[in-house]
């Protein structure tokens, strides 16, 4: 089945650590797409990248670092430097090149806590 | 860059009535509009889009209209049931520039149905 694989589900971090979320998808996506989803704020833009080796900071990019080194796979990396990480993110992948715009496919979700 | 207000943040209405929901956005280049609908604990899932070239568009008891020179666009949804209760999500994209495949989203707003 196509689809865009989000991992783990839940993630405990203790303060002061890095963590990395995973995000694959096996739908030939050019594009892929990091929110940070938190009550009341709706869905803000991390990071996104429209094609292999090339990524943007989207709104809210400090503290959190990714790469792209496969179409397939776009890696969120939260750094101890993000002062206040515990949310829900959420990856997304679309097909942009060639000026398409098309349905953006999300993830499930991991929801990260700092304890 | 883009900016995408919504309006209202939570909607409550009687089981058979209609909810709309608006949003208005600041780049006059975006040229996709689509409108998403999240369930708790799950990524969002794409129900209805629209782009620049066309002024309305309607699937079922769903339909969307866009207005260019306001800049804003509404999701209509009649005849409303206890499932439609989630939370609903509008963005904005285009395919150019320097932000190119940027997809930005609105604040989201939680839509109740009361059978």
């Known amino acids: 089945d196509g689809g865009i694989t989000q991992s783990p589900k839940y993630l405990f971090r203790k303060e002061g650590q890095n963590v990395t979320l995973s995000c694959e998808q096996n739908?030939?996506?050019?594009?892929m797409y990091w929110y940070r989803q938190d009550p009341g704020q709706g869905l803000r833009l991390i990071y996104y990248s429209q094609i292999v080796n090339d990524f943007q900071k989207g709104d809210i990019a400090e503290g959190y670092s990714v790469s792209r080194e496969k179409k397939e796979s776009f890696p969120l990396t939260v750094t101890s430097a993000q002062k206040n990480p515990t949310a829900f993110y959420l990856c997304a992948s679309r097909i942009v090149a060639g000026g398409m715009n098309t349905e953006a496919f999300f993830g499930q979700g991991t929801r990260l806590t700092v304890v | 860059g883009e900016n995408v207000e919504q309006h209202p943040s939570t909607l409550s209405v009687q089981e058979g009535d209609s909810a709309v929901i608006k949003c208005t956005y600041s780049?006059?280049?975006?040229?996709?509009f689509p409108w998403y609908k999240q369930e708790l604990g799950k990524g969002p899932q794409l129900i209805i889009d629209i782009r620049s070239n066309v002024g309305e568009k309607k699937d079922q008891r769903i339909a969307v209209t866009l207005n260019k020179t306001a800049k804003h666009f509404s999701l209509h949804i009649t005849e409303t049931q206890p499932e439609d209760s989630a939370v609903y999500f509008c963005a904005a994209s285009w395919t150019g520039g320097t932000s190119y495949g940027k997809l930005t989203f609105g604040q989201g707003t939680i839509l109740t149905v009361h059978p």
């Open positions: 739908l030939n996506h050019d594009a």
């Open positions: 780049d006059s280049a975006s040229n996709y």
